[in-house]
């Protein structure tokens, strides 16, 4: 029998044991999720990572959002209902829009907060209370008649997205022709101040329920 040298059994041995070690990591549960997640999210991350946060002023914030809402949102870039801004919105694969708006339906990140003037946030708390109070439940933390959940969101989003409709860039969806019918511009953003100053997930004793 020919004997190796102690120095080659133990470098084998350090060898087998970060094999096993890096099979181990590599196969668990965790990483394997993880893995997944990133290759579902590829296409997606760069705008709005793999959890949902949009990575600049105007890119919404998916996380949380109702998953029926992001599926519709997504085939609508699909179908050209909805004019995508890049052009991978109108190439997500029809099967994986479900897979995808229930990922970020499920994605609880905190969103980072928009810097918003007090004053535009106290009108549009009381404009809420008149026009949105009724689809945006607890101060767009809820939602009726499936309308997006808005506490929270980016306020450069907002903005834009509120002038889209007033300028008819978008098509109101049910009920909202009536809450922006004679709104001002200058309402509009002071309502998008009052969403994005809310915490996306309020305590119990701080809930917002309609007046």
């Given at each position: 029998?020919e004997?190796?040298?102690?120095g080659?059994?133990?470098d084998?041995?350090?060898?087998?044991?970060?094999?096993?070690?890096?099979?181990?990591?590599?196969?668990?549960?965790?990483?394997?999720?993880?893995?997944?997640?990133?290759?579902?999210t590829?296409?997606?991350?760069?705008?709005?990572?793999?959890n949902?946060?949009?990575t600049?002023?105007d890119?919404?914030?998916?996380?949380g959002q109702?998953?029926?809402?992001?599926?519709?949102?997504?085939n609508d870039?699909?179908?050209?209902?909805r004019?995508p801004k890049?052009?991978?919105?109108?190439?997500?694969?029809?099967d994986?829009?479900?897979?995808?708006?229930k990922?970020y339906?499920?994605?609880?990140?905190?969103r980072p907060?928009?810097?918003?003037?007090?004053e535009?946030?106290?009108?549009?708390?009381?404009?809420?209370?008149k026009?949105?109070?009724?689809?945006?439940v607890d101060?767009?933390r809820?939602?009726?008649?499936?309308?997006?959940?808005?506490a929270?969101?980016?306020?450069?989003?907002?903005?834009a997205?509120?002038?889209a409709?007033?300028r008819?860039?978008?098509?109101?969806?049910y009920?909202?022709d009536?809450?922006y019918?004679?709104?001002s511009e200058a309402d509009?953003?002071?309502?998008a101040h009052y969403?994005?100053?809310?915490?996306?997930?309020a305590?119990p004793?701080g809930?917002k329920?309609?007046?």
């Amino acid at each position: 029998m020919e004997w190796e040298p102690l120095g080659k059994i133990v470098d084998k041995a350090c060898l087998s044991a970060c094999c096993l070690t890096t099979a181990l990591i590599v196969g668990s549960p965790v990483v394997a999720a993880q893995s997944a997640e990133t290759n579902l999210t590829a296409n997606c991350s760069e705008c709005h990572g793999i959890n949902g946060v949009g990575t600049e002023p105007d890119i919404p914030h998916l996380n949380g959002q109702l998953e029926s809402l992001l599926a519709t949102m997504i085939n609508d870039f699909r179908s050209d209902k909805r004019s995508p801004k890049v052009r991978i919105h109108r190439e997500i694969p029809a099967d994986r829009v479900n897979t995808l708006a229930k990922h970020y339906s499920q994605q609880v990140a905190v969103r980072p907060k928009s810097a918003t003037n007090p004053e535009l946030v106290a009108r549009g708390e009381a404009l809420y209370q008149k026009r949105c109070a009724e689809c945006h439940v607890d101060a767009g933390r809820e939602s009726d008649k499936e309308a997006p959940l808005l506490a929270g969101q980016s306020l450069q989003y907002l903005i834009a997205q509120s002038m889209a409709y007033k300028r008819g860039e978008r098509k109101y969806p049910y009920l909202m022709d009536d809450a922006y019918r004679d709104i001002s511009e200058a309402d509009l953003v002071a309502i998008a101040h009052y969403f994005a100053a809310e915490d996306q997930v309020a305590s119990p004793r701080g809930r917002k329920r309609r007046r």
